[in-house]
């Protein structure tokens, strides 16, 4: 089975304050996504990555980076957290598909952040 | 996302019920993915469609896309409390690895 894990499931902290979310997966894709989850808005994309080293700007990046040193783990930083950064965030991975088109994602279990 | 609408936004049935969950796109599908979601949970992958008229089904949840591939509809048979949730869908709408979510449709199930 794909695993894909995230280093918290809960997570408060104070704004202003650096923020790391960790994700790992341990099948050996390619592909690994951040995404946020709020209420009514579904999931919006805030970074990607396709490779090590490699990433791309999702549909959200401002206030965020990300950092993709090995092939298996790909990290969220929010540089200067705010309250309104406090969200859902979702990992997901995924094979590269030679065909193209983003084949099917899996999702890791979620993070909780809150901002104070 | 506003390029994929999801309806309804929540919908209660009564156990037993059937219902059904539309996705519908302005533009063309190359492939759309259904998931569930417990609260505060991750995603779980329920299916992929990617031809038009495809129809998918596992257990008692079938799923089709429509010919011209910007439609797909989730249903579900008999409802049980154990189908409540999160359900997204999420397409691929040829930009690269990238899936379009829509918002979701919380549905819950009485007993």
Known sequence: DVKVTQSSRYLVKRTGEKVFLECVQDMDHENMFWYRQDPGLGLRLIYFSYDVKMKEKGDIPEGYSVSREKKERFSLILESASTNQTSMYLCASSLWELAGGPGEQYFGPGTRLTVT | SQELEQSPQSLIVQEGKNLTINCTSSKTLYGLYWYKQKYGEGLIFLMMLQKGGEEKSHEKITAKLDEKKQQSSLHI????????????????????????????TILRVKS
């Open chain 2, 77 to 104: 048979t008999a409802s049980q409390p154990s189908h409540a949730g999160i359900y997204l869908c999420g397409a691929d709408m040829e930009y690269g690895n990238k899936l379009v979510f829509g918002a979701g």
